[in-house]
T-cell receptor, first 116, second 116 residues
Framework: KAGVTQTPRYLIKTRGQQVTLSCSPI?????VSWYQQTPGQGLQFLFE???????NKGNFPGRFSGRQFSNSRSEMNVSTLELGDSALYLC???????????????FGPGTRLTVL | AQSVSQHNHHVILSEAASLELGCNYS??????LFWYVQYPGQHLQLLLK??????LVKGIKGFEAEFIKSKFSFNLRKPSVQWSDTAEYFC??????????????FGRGTQLTVWP
């Protein structure tokens, strides 16, 4: 099976702009989670989507949003970019079949976002 | 909230040396535990996981980890490291609280450098 894919791999934006990142999960996986990785804060959970609904949200401002489509593909949007949003954004998919269970998360290569 | 501690920020070993990386978590309830590895230029890959059963789990590439519930620990071990094990290692925890079920809490990572 193909792994988790993320596009684009690299992005450069300026402050105030908005950005949309895309994630295609492993075939058959219905859960998609997003994480932000920075040298200062490490890996932090953004949100989880399952069956097109956001199920969990981390401690990030409302500028960070996302959605999931019926084919389980997910997008993450960051509006009004700030310098501190520069990070590697990771998407992970999970084969869990019900919301209320825990299963392994498999990570994509990430999108490297640089905000100038 | 859950916190995950990795005690060593950077570990430097010679080939054939034994490795032990520490990981402690804070939540006292049911947890699932993971070690992920990030090789230079590559994405996060699952090394091993513990969900239940035998607290000594074996993963890929000769790695193993032991879950000690009384110590809230999940230490990673390898009896003899190789140069190709040079990478960053992340401990991660899921817990059973409904509000955070799909969320992985990560440690800050340990950079392992193996000299040939």
């Amino acid at each position: 099976k193909a792994g988790v894919t993320q596009t684009p791999r690299y992005l450069i934006k300026t402050r105030g702009q908005q950005v949309t990142l895309s994630c295609s999960p492993i075939s058959g996986h219905r859960s998609v989670s997003w994480y932000q990785q920075t040298p200062g804060q490490g890996l932090q959970f953004l949100f989880e989507y399952f069956s097109e609904t956001q199920r969990n949200k981390g401690n990030f401002p409302g500028r960070f949003s996302g959605r999931q489509f019926s084919n389980s593909r997910s997008e993450m949007n960051v509006s009004t970019l700030e310098l501190g949003d520069s990070a590697l954004y990771l998407c992970a998919s999970s084969p869990k079949t019900r919301l209320a269970i825990i299963d392994t998360q498999y990570f994509g290569p990430g999108t490297r976002l640089t905000v100038l | 909230a859950q916190s995950v501690s990795q005690h060593n920020h950077h570990v430097i070993l010679s080939e054939a040396a034994s490795l032990e990386l520490g990981c402690n978590y804070s939540y006292g309830g049911t947890v699932n535990l993971f070690w992920y590895v990030q090789y230079p230029g590559q994405h996060l890959q699952l090394l091993l996981k513990y969900f239940s059963g035998d607290p000594l789990v074996k993963g890929i590439k000769g790695f193993e980890a032991e879950f000690i519930k009384s110590k809230f620990s999940f230490n990673l071990r390898k009896p003899s490291v190789q140069w190709s094990d040079t990478a960053e290692y992340f401990c991660a925890v899921n817990d059973d609280r409904g509000s955070t079920l799909g969320r992985l809490y990560f440690g800050r990572g340990t950079q392992l450098t193996v000299w040939p």
